[in-house]
């Protein structure tokens, strides 16, 4: 059995929008202190940032980074993490209960971004604090200068204003977890009224409400109705935020965990476009999927096991080639939907559910999913084709049976350049056809894999390169078509010119 794809120029999704390779930077267990910050480790520069991992978010191609949570930001003041370092005060973080030293914050974010060469997405507390905290923090970080807060940036050194684009108005409002969680009318209130100040602050910011934390939370779809009754004149995207778990169900519906990603998608667009309607706009929302990736969240024992320490070791995941594939087939999803998802954020980038490893005062190194998110940075460029994809079938518990192959196609309209990212979920190899309608001039193709005898190999410390892309023989154009072979549970690029 093999799997067929058709492709023609005429028939495209959209731009790919660099926005899509967003990465997520949060106060929480190592992720900032030891992950991105060490000073004193032979790697870090003369502010504490660890060079390593700028080098490897580099690598990457992250293009936006999510700044500081996630749950964390619901009870963080922003105005401790800015000033002279031994000004600032050590707090407790409610949300992971940590010890929070504030040695890192906002201007040393700056800093590191700069470095990353990405673009910031900045969030606001709408926990414990509203309105007026976030058109302080938009003004110090935005206003050119003369007022209390645009002021007290230059006298921190940085005369230009950072001109961050992208606010997150707070972070899963409706999770009880949250830190001043709430209902949907509280928010979507609060995120019109925020939103009304943050844009006479600055005109050009480009504001995200917070949907649900997840599509299985019991208010999804009502939450996100509610909030953006509220609010939909006056932001831009709407959030989501989803987690696939292998710890969870049968291995197949893990496999198949873009099949849930694309549901989600499709349900929020559904329902910001059943408000559109309702209140008759022709305006429409953008999606930012702002927090995704693979977590064995079931396995994590929630607040138990946080017991006050600075930069604990938690939730630091070690991938598999496995959880490598069904990241590949998240980004195909995102690839998939590029005329809605204007903005994605795998979380986290360093240590916790991360693709980067670090040790503190020790080396650094890629993880499976390292990969995939590299490749398709690299490679997904141009507009997003349609693709009409045949399959065999592969039964799943949760979705019945889905096709065992998912993908997406590039077009490179300045180069010709196409590239065809592909999964094959199944345990066997696919032979995958390609009919490149209308694309006459392609003769080469270079295939690449992340796959292994050992779907369940890790890199680690000791053996950081154990699981790396490795190039395909047999990719061939002939006749206006692509064959290739795809290695059981793998993903692949087919890059063609
Ligand atoms: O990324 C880890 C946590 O997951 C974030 O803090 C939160 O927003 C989500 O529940």
Redesign the pocket.
């Known amino acids: 059995d093999s799997a067929k794809l058709t492709l023609d120029p005429a028939f495209a999704i959209g731009p790919v929008e660099r926005r899509l390779f967003g990465t997520?930077v949060?106060h929480?267990g190592r992720s900032v202190y030891t992950g991105v910050y060490e000073p004193g480790h032979p790697d870090a520069d003369e502010s504490g940032l660890r060079r390593d991992v700028i080098d490897l978010a580099r690598e990457m191609g992250v293009t936006v980074v999510r700044y500081p949570?996630?749950?964390?930001v619901s009870n963080y003041n922003w105005e401790d993490g800015v000033g002279p370092a031994d000004e600032r005060p050590t707090r407790l973080d409610l949300?992971w209960r940590q010890i929070e030293t504030n040695a890192f914050g906002l201007d040393e974010f700056m800093s590191w971004i700069e470095e990353v060469r990405a673009e910031p997405m900045m969030a606001v507390n709408l926990g414990t604090r509203g309105l007026r905290e976030a058109c302080d923090l938009l003004e110090y970080a935005n206003h050119p200068q003369g007022t209390r807060w645009s002021d007290l940036r230059v006298k921190h050194g940085r005369r230009e204003p950072y001109d961050v684009r992208l606010w997150c108005l707070g972070?899963?409002m409706d999770?009880p977890w949250q830190i001043g969680g709430k209902t949907a009318e509280e928010y979507g209130r609060l995120a019109a009224e925020t939103a009304k100040a943050m844009r006479r602050v600055d005109p050009r910011v480009e504001l995200v409400a917070s949907g649900s934390?997840s599509s299985g939370m019991p208010t999804f779809a009502s939450w996100e109705a509610t909030v953006l009754e509220h609010c939909y004149e006056h932001v831009d995207y709407v959030s989501l935020?989803a987690?696939f778990d292998p710890a969870r169900g049968d291995r197949a519906s893990y496999l198949a965990s873009a099949v849930e990603m694309d549901a989600h998608i499709d349900a929020v667009v559904a329902t910001a476009d059943h408000v559109a309607a309702k209140l008759g706009t022709r305006k429409r929302l953008r999606l930012a999927f702002d927090?995704w990736n693979v977590w064995s969240q079931s396995l994590f024992d929630g607040e138990a096991s946080l017991d006050w320490a600075e930069a604990p070791r938690i939730i630091e995941e070690d991938y598999d080639v496995a959880a490598a594939v069904v990241v590949g087939s998240l980004l195909i999803s995102l690839l998939n939907h590029a005329d809605r998802v204007g903005v994605a954020c795998q979380?986290?980038l360093a240590n916790?559910?991360a693709p980067i490893r670090t040790e503190p005062g020790g080396p650094s190194w890629r993880q499976t999913i390292f990969h995939p998110f590299a490749l398709t940075a690299a490679h997904a460029r141009g507009r997003v084709l349609r693709t009409e994809v045949a399959a065999p079938g592969f039964p799943t518990e949760r979705f019945g049976e889905v096709p065992a192959l998912t993908a997406a196609a590039t077009h490179d309209d300045e180069t010709g350049e196409v590239t065809v990212f592909a999964v094959n979920r199944g345990e066997r190899p696919l032979p995958l056809d390609v009919d490149l309608r209308g694309l006459p001039g392609l003769a080469a193709a270079r295939h690449v894999a992340v796959a292994d005898e050992d779907a369940g190999a890790r890199n680690s410390q000791e053996a950081p390169d154990r699981v790396v892309p490795r190039a395909v023989d047999g990719a061939a154009v002939r006749d206006g078509r692509l064959s290739a072979v795809l290695p059981p549970v793998s993903f692949n690029v087919v890059r063609l010119t």
Do not use: K, R, T
């Not at 949570?69 to 964390?72: E, I, L, P, T, W």
């Open positions: 997520f949060e929480m949570g996630g749950n964390f949300a972070n899963e999770g934390s935020h987690y927090e979380a986290q916790v559910i």
